[in-house]
């Protein structure tokens, strides 16, 4: 008798034990983000490129293969959806207009991604009013860009403070000397 009792519970008990013992594992793909967020953000902070080499220094057919082979996986390169292109384009374009704020040290880059305002008192009352609307524009795309690029990646929503957090390095790491940054302690720095 005891032993067919102990032959109905012992399966459940085990099933229950290894059910107990599995984790959730959540996967965070945080190359592809680092990835997609340094891409984003060089083709929004891009520099002019350098002048080309005078054509009088001929190339080595070396110099072509290679530049065949590092050039070359850019066709398989991932497109960006028409949101984050749309993004991305506003965001370039504001940005010649957020610049002398940056360089007067109005504005900084925080912690989690986004545009903070600094020292205003050095601004006019127009100035103030325009930074003021300048930044949360900025907040407001960057805030939907980053949604963007984790619904891309097939991240789930309380995953996007990772996001925030990869994508405020690329910005901090694009901003020029001079500039305000906020470093991981909370404090302000300029760079």
Same mark, same amino acid.
């Given at each position: ?9 012992? &399966? ?27 891409? %984003? ?7 002019? &490129? /350098?002048? &080309?080499?005078? &054509? ?12 065949? %082979? ?7 390169? *991932? ?12 965001? !370039?374009? !504001? ?11 109005? @504005? ?24 003021? /609307? ?12 980053? *949604? ?5 990646? /097939?991240?789930?929503?309380? *995953? %996007?403070?990772?996001?925030?957090? @990869? ?14 940054? *906020? !470093? ?8």
């Amino acid at each position: 008798m005891k032993w067919n009792k102990l032959r109905l519970v012992l &399966p459940w008990w085990m099933l229950g034990f290894f059910v107990a013992c599995v984790t959730v594992n959540v996967y965070f793909p945080a190359k592809e983000v680092e990835r997609k967020a340094g891409d %984003i953000v060089d083709d929004i902070r891009k520099m002019e &490129p /350098s002048p &080309p080499k005078s &054509p009088s220094s001929p190339q080595s057919s070396g110099d072509y293969f290679r530049a065949r %082979i590092r050039f070359g996986g850019l066709a398989f390169a *991932q497109q960006d959806s028409p949101a984050v292109s749309a993004l991305k384009q506003r965001i !370039r374009e !504001r940005f010649p207009r957020l610049l002398p704020y940056f360089q007067k040290g109005a @504005i900084g880059e925080n912690l989690n991604g986004y545009l903070e305002l600094r020292d205003l008192g050095a601004l006019s009352a127009a100035e103030r009013n325009e930074i003021r /609307s300048l930044t949360d524009a900025e907040n407001q795309d960057r805030r939907a860009l980053y *949604q963007e690029v984790a619904k891309s990646l /097939s991240i789930t929503p309380d *995953q %996007i403070g990772k996001v925030q957090r @990869i994508f405020a390095e690329k910005w901090q790491h694009a901003a020029e000397k001079g500039w305000w940054i *906020q !470093r991981e302690d909370g404090q302000w720095s300029r760079k």
